[in-house]
């Protein structure tokens, strides 16, 4: 939603989008490593066009 990455990776994989929202939230609160992965993930988003 803010940077277009759980909505790209949906696209990618075939994923319902509100799943791999709830999964990166989640793993913030959880395991707090989602954020660095979402930022991860947008770095490949960009560079990959």
Known sequence: ???G???WLSGKLGW????????FVVSVLLF????G????LWLVKVFSK
């Open 32 to 35: 707090g490593f989602g954020l």
């Open 1 to 3: 939603m803010i940077l």
């Open 5 to 7: 990455v759980s909505e």
């Open 16 to 23: 319902n989008v509100s799943h791999i929202r709830i999964a």
């Open 37 to 40: 992965l979402y930022l991860i």
